[in-house]
């Protein structure tokens, strides 16, 4: 069985600001781990993935997210948040090999001027 | 670019109705999605399909079913629509090969009255 927490259903930064995105999960198995963006009123769009590989993980749009197996965690961070970035962000995991993910509640992030 | 199409953003429906969502994507893709995102809850898998006429229970397939005639085309049915299943509908496809990565339609906003 998988599951996944997100820590912070609201963040709030300012513009310029780093940005920290809390995920922590469960897995029975080597997980494949991902993070989503939603934008308003958008599909969701994959930020970036974990698959085994590089535990730092670079995405588009200067995230990162960095895979810590003892702490079970996969937190998502950004040096300086921009505007465009008010959106929410969905952490996924799934067990490698499989198809069906297994999505987080979602993080709201707010980016005031 | 690659595209997921869902045919109508939003609908307003009376309870007991049957209501039809047409999700179509360009990408030659296997595995195809039915999600569904109410606040709070994030994304809940309803139904997924691995190959034309195939089809699988996701976590919350009651009160729904689904069609799958061409490799291109997956629709979700909801054979008599109730209130409860006001929400925001996310269609999603994915190869097998590349567990996780999924591309997302803009989303369907159900209503029923």
């Known amino acids: 069985a998988q599951s996944v927490t997100q820590l912070d259903s609201h963040v709030s930064v300012s513009e310029g600001t780093p940005v920290l995105l809390r995920c922590n999960y469960s897995s029975s198995y080597s997980p494949s781990l991902f993070w989503y963006v939603q934008h308003p009123n958008k599909g969701l769009q994959l930020l970036l993935k974990y698959t085994s590989a590089a535990t730092l993980v670079k995405g588009i749009n200067g995230f990162e997210a960095e895979f810590k197996k003892s702490e079970t965690s996969f937190h998502l961070t950004k040096p300086s948040a921009h505007m465009s970035d008010a959106a929410e962000y969905f952490c996924v995991v799934t067990p490698s090999g499989y198809s069906t993910l297994t999505f987080g509640k979602g993080t709201m992030l707010l980016v005031s001027p | 670019d690659v595209k997921v199409t869902q045919s109508s953003r939003y609908l307003v429906k009376r309870t007991g109705e049957k209501v039809f969502l047409e999700c179509v994507q360009d990408?030659?893709?296997?595995?195809m999605f039915w999600y569904r995102q109410d606040p709070g809850l994030g994304l809940r898998l309803i139904y997924f399909?691995?190959?034309?006429?195939?089809?699988e229970k996701g976590d919350i397939p009651e009160g729904y079913s689904v069609s799958r005639e061409k490799k291109e085309r997956f629709s979700l049915i909801l054979e008599s629509a109730s209130t409860n299943q006001t929400s925001m509908y996310l269609c999603?496809?994915?190869?097998?090969?590349?567990?996780?990565?999924?591309?997302f339609g803009e989303g369907s906003r159900l209503t029923v009255l």
């Open positions: 399909s691995y190959d034309v006429k195939m089809k």
């Open positions: 999603a496809s994915s190869f097998p090969r590349e567990a996780g990565e999924l591309f």
């Open positions: 990408m030659d893709h296997e595995n």
